[in-house]
């Protein structure tokens, strides 16, 4: 960085010795974390996280050409914010049958190079059809990327099929799995986690399918669930987690945080985030995990506009063309369920950003 922004001062003091431990490489603490949420510097926050953003990926912002199945949203699951689950037999319960999901595939652009797969908790599919379902997808699509599966989906086939974790893992690897989303982590607080979900894997089940995926060589995102009933330490208890347990294993690839949707849980009676606090989400994740290799400003939870924005604050990746969104536009999001590769090239190269379409682990595809 130019010997001029060393010199750089804050509105905010309590960010002065965190500028410094940045600027000379040195890991943040718990409390630097919590200085950091507390701050109504937001613009000297953003400086921080650009400054480490640019450190690591220059003008480069990321995107992918993907696409979303959910091929289920029957879940016996409780979580309070969700309004994608179906209980079973609730009459807006649907299951694709697999020709459905393989015709899906079969119809997608050639460019698509990721397929998204997650869905509900259904009690009552076999192992058979999830295996399928992966081997079907390969068939017709050899050389697509298949992300899918949360660590809640893992944790509970380990249990409706009464197969160890490793097993469940091995054989969706075997069968054509090559990565994980991040979902299902929320907030790993035990008070508040039980609050808001019943029914789906702890805070410690999620840590130990990712530590035994990233084991088998199965690469995965990270997610984080705020501006429901969480405080701030518990944020900053939930972002140190991952960076011990990415510490330990190396296998994190993406950290996305995922700003509550309140239209379809009015029973928690939250209002929606502010860009103030979307904007610090992804800051504050820069900041503090500092062995992730990169932020998604999804534009899916935060709106494009403000997930634009993002790219300097912290994040270098805004997602993908995703053709159809179905989990947060249930729970009443707004934004579009599909952004054309022309849009988000449009949308990075307004924010000062260079595109660059990238594969899921982040070979670069293509630069503009």
Same mark, same amino acid.
């Given at each position: ?74 879940? *016996? ?34 460019? *698509? ?9 259904? $009690? ?12 079907? &997808? ?42 994980? $989303? ?40 990270? =997610? ?22 990415? !510490?330990?294993?190396?296998?994190? *690839? =993406? ?10 849980? $009015? ?24 062995? *992730? ?27 993908? =063309? ?7 536009? !249930? ?10 590769? !022309?849009?988000?090239?449009?949308? &990075? ?5 260079? $595109? ?13």
């Amino acid at each position: 960085m130019p010997a001029a922004q060393s010199t750089t001062r804050f509105q905010d003091v309590a960010l002065e010795p965190i500028r410094e431990k940045v600027l000379a490489g040195t890991r943040l603490t718990a409390e630097d974390g919590l200085a950091l949420y507390r701050t109504h510097d937001l613009l000297g926050l953003g400086w921080l996280a650009n400054h480490e953003r640019e450190r690591r990926h220059g003008d480069a912002a990321y995107f992918v050409w993907n696409t979303h199945v959910n091929h289920t949203n029957v879940c *016996v699951a409780t979580c309070d914010f969700c309004a994608f689950a179906a209980k079973p037999g609730e009459e807006r319960g649907y299951t694709m049958a697999l020709d459905e999901v393989f015709a899906t595939v079969a119809a997608l652009p050639k460019q *698509v190079r990721e397929v998204h797969v997650v869905g509900g908790l259904h $009690p009552d599919l076999p192992w058979s059809y999830i295996l399928d379902m992966m081997r079907g &997808i390969k068939d017709r699509r050899p050389d697509i990327h298949i992300k899918a599966f949360t660590a809640v989906e893992i944790f509970f086939f380990h249990r409706l099929y009464r197969m160890p974790v490793e097993r469940v893992l091995a054989e969706l690897k075997e069968a054509g799995l090559d990565s994980m $989303p991040g979902g299902g982590a929320e907030i790993f607080a035990k008070a508040t986690r039980n609050r808001i979900i019943k029914g789906k894997a702890d805070a410690e089940q999620w840590l130990d399918v990712m530590r035994t995926a990233h084991r088998l060589g199965i690469s995965s995102n990270a =997610t984080m669930l705020y501006g429901h009933v969480e405080s701030l330490e518990e944020r900053v208890d939930h972002l140190l987690r991952l960076r011990e347990l990415q !510490d330990e294993t190396g296998g994190f *690839v =993406t950290f996305i945080p995922l700003a509550f949707q309140p239209w379809e849980a $009015p029973a928690m009676k939250r209002p929606a985030t502010t860009g103030f606090d979307d904007l610090k989400a992804l800051a504050v994740a820069r900041l503090l995990l500092d062995n *992730v290799p990169h932020v998604k400003s999804y534009w899916i939870m935060i709106t494009p506009r403000l997930a634009q924005v993002g790219l300097s604050f912290g994040a270098d990746d805004i997602d993908g =063309t995703v053709t159809e969104e179905k989990i947060a536009h !249930d729970a009443g999001a707004s934004t579009p369920q599909v952004m054309t590769v !022309d849009e988000l090239v449009r949308l &990075i190269r307004e924010a000062g950003r260079r $595109p660059v379409e990238r594969d899921t682990v982040f070979n670069v595809v293509r630069e503009w």
